[in-house]
C-alpha cells in the first residue's frame, strides 16, 4: 500500500511561487506515474501535471504550462511540482496521485491507484 503525503501549500501573492512536494512510502516512485491534480472549491479536479517512471517524461494541463513544473527525487522517493508565477485562478487543494497505468493518459482517468490528502494552495490578488 501505498502512502502519499503532501506538503509545501500556502498562501502567496500572485507572481510568487511555491514548491510542493509529495513523499511516498511503501512503494517506489519509479514503480508509478506520477501526477498532481488539484480542485477547487464548486468545480471539478483538474490534471495539473504528470512525470513517467523512468524516463521522467513530463506532461502539463494546458492552463499550467510554461508556469509549472514537475520532478522527481529517487533518493528521495518524493515527486515535486514547482509553481512560478501563481495566479489567483490557481488557488486549489493540490493532490499527488501514484497509478500503475500509463503515464500519457493519467489525467484523463477518472480512478486512480493512490491519491494523497492534499495541501492547500491560495493566491492572493
Known amino acids: 500500500q501505498v502512502q502519499l503525503a503532501e506538503s509545501g501549500g500556502g498562501l502567496v501573492q500572485a507572481g510568487g511561487s511555491l514548491r510542493l512536494s509529495c513523499a511516498a512510502s511503501g512503494g517506489t516512485v519509479s514503480n508509478y506515474a506520477m501526477g498532481w491534480f488539484r480542485q477547487a472549491p464548486g468545480k471539478e479536479r483538474e490534471f495539473v501535471a504528470a512525470i513517467s517512471r523512468t524516463r521522467m517524461r513530463t506532461y502539463y494541463g494546458d492552463s499550467v504550462k510554461g508556469r509549472f513544473t514537475i520532478s522527481k527525487d529517487k533518493a528521495k522517493n518524493t515527486v515535486y511540482l514547482q509553481m512560478n508565477s501563481l495566479k489567483p485562478e490557481d488557488t486549489a487543494v493540490y493532490y499527488c496521485?501514484?497509478?500503475?497505468?500509463?503515464?500519457?493518459?493519467?489525467?484523463?482517468?477518472?480512478?486512480?491507484?493512490?491519491w494523497g490528502q492534499g495541501t492547500q494552495v491560495t493566491v492572493s490578488s
Open positions: 496521485a501514484a497509478d500503475s497505468g500509463p503515464t500519457q493518459n493519467m489525467g484523463t482517468r477518472r480512478t486512480l491507484d493512490y
